[in-house]
């Protein structure tokens, strides 16, 4: 995924089925420091969509390169990796 207006869209989908799950999504960059939090909160199952602006905690500008996003979702985890193109 490729950054529109220096912005990725993140989707992620949840069962439906059962109570809130805790979930995280994280960015990391490519030595595995922790970037952003986008996402620490109970959610119901169902479909999600989070934007990333491509900045850090701290709203600095990060840099071209590779980033990956960690989504941590009770016994599911899963990553993909993003590349961000200034």
């Not at 207006?5 to 799950?21: C, H, V």
């Amino acid at each position: 995924m490729e950054p529109k207006s220096g912005r990725i869209t993140l989707q992620y989908a949840l069962p439906r089925a059962g109570s809130a799950q805790h979930v995280v999504l994280r960015i990391f960059d490519a030595r595995g420091k922790l970037v952003r939090k986008l996402v620490d909160e109970k959610v119901l199952g169902g479909n999600y969509l989070v934007q990333w602006d491509c900045r850090s905690d701290g709203g600095a500008m990060l840099a071209s390169g590779s980033y990956f996003a960690v989504l941590d979702a009770g016994s599911l985890r899963q990553m993909v990796r993003l590349q961000v193109v200034r």
